[in-house]
Nanobody, 124 residues
């Protein structure tokens, strides 16, 4: 069974930084990985996606502030978040696609495996 475990969330002030990690129970080298978030009362939205070769795609709202990366040897993906804003407050989820599929970008329905999330709270 595929398990994804996020960590690194917390509470920071505006302008602060956090680094999220997601450790997978399976080899991720053949999978596209992504980060999504969901704020209270809002739909879940894509934040960053990392393709199998390491290409990244970001939501416009986080471009230039967030950086997604992967370490296949550790079966881990990361989300470095800088210049955090109150509107970044949300539960952040890690997601994995099935092995070998075309890079789906930030299309939520194309990711089959999900972690339980880690909370990020940014205060003004």
């Amino acid at each position: 069974q595929v398990q994804l475990m996020e960590s690194g969330g917390g509470s920071v002030q505006t302008g602060g930084s956090l680094r999220l990690s997601c450790v997978a129970s399976i080899y991720i080298r053949d999978r596209n990985m992504a980060w999504f978030r969901q704020a209270p009362g809002k739909e879940r939205e894509g934040v960053a996606a990392i393709s199998r070769p390491g290409t990244t795609l970001y939501a416009d709202s986080v471009k230039g502030r967030f950086t997604g990366s992967r370490d296949n040897a550790k079966n881990t993906v990361y989300l470095q978040m800088n210049s955090l804003k109150p509107e970044d407050t949300a539960m952040y989820y890690c997601a994995a696609s099935s092995a070998g599929v075309v890079f789906p970008g930030l299309t939520e329905s194309k990711y089959n495996y999900w972690g339980q999330g880690t909370q990020v709270t940014v205060s003004s």
